[in-house]
Nanobody, 124 residues
């Protein structure tokens, strides 16, 4: 079993930066691919970014590429999402997820464990 706890969300203005953290505990989380998804009110949960268990492979959805950076510190069992040049369209609940796969997936079904989410609100 893997437990994931997100933190770092908040209310910011357009153009600001924010860093989300996901602290993992439980089963050998360092062997899991990790992903970030987001869900806006009334919408499905969408892929944002993912990183392989080594950190050597990263994937991003097109709308955040160049603005967001995913990274992981396996010694701290923590995954980060650095977000810059935030836009009102980035407003959503952001979820951290862990999946037992070599290649980090972009679909929700690729992940087995989920955190409770952290709210990010970007005002214009």
């Amino acid at each position: 079993q893997v437990q994931l706890v997100e933190s770092g969300g908040g209310l910011v203005q357009a153009g600001d930066s924010l860093r989300l953290s996901c602290a993992a505990s439980g089963h050998t989380v360092n062997r899991y691919a990790m992903g970030w998804f987001r869900q806006a009110p009334g919408e499905d949960r969408h892929f944002v970014a993912a990183v392989s268990f080594t950190g050597g492979t990263t994937r991003y959805t097109a709308s955040v590429r160049g603005r967001f950076t995913i990274s992981r510190d396996n010694a701290k069992n923590t995954v980060y999402l650095e977000m810059s040049s935030l836009e009102p369209e980035d407003t959503a609940v952001y979820y951290c997820a862990a999946g037992d796969s070599v290649v980090p997936g972009t679909e929700t079904y690729s992940y087995d464990y989920w955190g409770q989410g952290t709210q990010v609100t970007v005002s214009s």
